[in-house]
């Protein structure tokens, strides 16, 4: 695995590499990474792509700056995880390098609808810096495919919407399935930070996503969202939504829709952790 800091010099290695016909996967994080990363690291390897991983946590999509300052940061870890992975680029810049002008000089893009829901009503100013980051990171990648995790449902549509804005038409983006502890919990870095009794609970988010798609018949999602709200609060947890959209355009939806592919999705603190996880409702009228 070659390790870059520099933009000048990832650019001219993957340039040569396209040169000698290789396709370019590019796998963007923040690090600590666990075995959902390296879930998108395989798949490009899978795909055949010469797999290009970003470690850079971004100041521009905190919004919480606590949070920030707390990230979880295990670099020589994360590059041990990359290695047996097969993983073939690692680019680990400064924010200097990233951001030369300064925070405040770097293109703003503007995402409508998907910036006022959700993650984007919850966490103000947090799509603005993945959009920032993720542009900026595409323009000095310059992948042929861009691997995502459904866990962050919602950033996945942000960025398809940058790449459309973009106009990166030949870049193709793949959204791959949440990877999950066996209890269910979504792997997270923020996982790290729980104690071990906020860890023995934590997996009742996902049982809340799996009892909103089974009830999907039931046509009452007011009461199920009520059911997910309490077991959440007797888990000690504080909910900021328990939701559920159009998948296609997170459309919000007072209720189960008949004909419409969906989504549940849930943000819950516990302690100062926050966490969030979804679900592509399967349908069920055909099962
Ligand atoms: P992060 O380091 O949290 O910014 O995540 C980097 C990428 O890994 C994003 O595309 C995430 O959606 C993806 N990712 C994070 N957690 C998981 C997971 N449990 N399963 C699959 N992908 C994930």
Known sequence: MVVFKKIEDLKQYISGQKGKGRNIGFVPTMGALHAGHISLVQKAKNEDM????????????????????????????????????????LFLPSVEEIYPGGEDNIKVYDFGYLDTILEGAKRPGHFKGVGQVVGRLLEIVEPTALYMGQKDYQQ???????????????????????????????????NRRLTEPQRLVA??????????????????????????EDLLAAKGFATEYVALADARDLTLLDNYKSDTPMVALIAAKIGEIRLIDNILLEDSRNS
């Open 50 to 89: 010469l797999t290009v991983c970003s470690i850079f946590v971004n100041p521009t999509q905190f919004n919480d700056k606590s949070d920030l300052a707390k990230y979880p940061i295990s670099v020589d870890a994360d590059m041990e995880l990359l290695l047996k992975a097969g993983c073939d680029m």
């Open 156 to 190: 996945c549509m942000v960025v398809r919407k940058l790449i459309d804005i973009m106009a990166l038409n030949g870049l193709k983006m793949e959204i791959c399935p949440t990877t999950r502890e066996a209890d269910g919990l979504a792997m997270s870095s923020r």
């Open 203 to 228: 997996g009742c988010i996902y049982q809340c996503l799996v009892s909103i798609e089974s009830k999907q018949n039931s046509d009452n999602f007011e009461l199920v969202r009520k059911e997910c």
